[in-house]
């Protein structure tokens, strides 16, 4: 018996919604626009259904279809400044001076992807979080295998370079003062 369209979009794409959040979460950093992003993506995925070769890989076409989605938000964002008043803002008068810093792992993880560029970012979620090859993720990001290897590696240093200085910095002896009339010179 042949599947209906739904049940056929619900079989092979729907069960991707979870990583799709997963990486959406990471390229908007807002919860709410991840969740917006994910549900165009599959908004656009089943208009777009019969466009979708059968025995491909679902996962990445609706994971190309998410980057596009996201290129073309942030090139918007770009375009169209902000003009939010901090004042009518509630979450800004809520928020604590300084955010607290947990421990050493997620935070400081989150914190170095974040500080990554963005190309390096999605190429180290695809392949590390996502688990697609260097061939699939070329086929996505419509660029060559080599860049994507290169980018890749250019991520993982830049990735372990990061947590390793968010570890020496949280590891560091504080710096004294010298002394009043110390003056500087070993004796």
């Known amino acids: 018996m042949r599947l209906s369209r739904q049940e056929e979009f619900e079989e092979v794409a729907m ?3 979870k990583s799709l959040l997963r990486t ?28 979708y070769q059968p025995g491909t890989n679902c996962k990445a076409w609706l994971f190309r279809i998410m980057l596009n989605l996201a290129a073309k938000r942030s090139q918007q964002e770009r375009r169209i400044p902000a003009l939010n008043s901090l004042e009518e803002m509630t979450e800004w008068n809520k928020m604590p001076a300084a955010p607290a810093v947990s421990s050493f792992g997620e935070s400081n993880v989150h914190a170095a992807l974040e500080a990554m560029p963005e190309e390096h970012r999605v190429v180290l979620l695809l392949a590390v979080v996502e688990g697609f090859t260097c061939k699939e993720m070329g086929k996505i990001l419509e660029i060559p295998v080599g860049t994507v290897m290169s980018r890749l590696s250019r991520a993982r240093v830049g990735l372990r370079q990061r947590l390793l200085e968010l570890e020496r910095a949280r590891y560091a002896p504080p710096i004294r003062a010298a002394a009043p009339g110390g003056g500087g010179m070993i004796q």
Do not use: G, K, N
């Not at 917006?36 to 259904?49: G, I, K, P, S, Y």
């Open 24 to 51: 959406a979460s990471r390229l908007c950093r807002e919860r709410p626009e991840a969740e917006d992003l994910v549900q165009e993506t599959l908004l656009r995925a089943w208009r777009a259904f019969e466009q």
């Open 15 to 17: 069960v991707h919604s």
